[in-house]
């Protein structure tokens, strides 16, 4: 059974950082592209960026050169690192593989960027 679980998110001020965790089990990140993906309120989930079975990286524009996702093996964990965040980023973020599979969707970690 797979289960993907979700971490750090928080209240963050216009401007900081925040680094996601996506914790897996059940599955090896490493062998799959995996990919973080975003639901605002009122608005349909949407693709933030996705990290190859390489180690590549791909993103919204939206989020391109604020947003880092990275992978560590060992911990079979992918990150989310983002900057310069924007009251736009506020969402429940979500991993999940790049397939999007329904069945392993997690509960999401909030992000909320509010002065």
Known sequence: QVQL????G???????PLRLSCAASGIILSI??????????GKERELV?????GGSS????????RFTISRNNAKNTV??????????DTAVYYCNTFRA???YWG???????SA
């Open 5 to 8: 679980v979700e971490s750090g």
């Open 10 to 16: 928080g209240l963050v001020q216009p401007g900081g």
């Open 32 to 41: 799959n592209t995996m990919g973080w993906y975003r639901q605002a309120p």
């Open 49 to 53: 960026g996705t990290i190859s079975s």
């Open 58 to 65: 791909n993103y919204a524009d939206s989020v391109k050169g």
């Open 79 to 88: 990150y989310l690192q983002m900057n310069n965040l924007k009251p736009e």
């Open 101 to 103: 599979r329904p069945a």
């Open 107 to 113: 509960q999401g970690t909030q992000v909320t960027v």
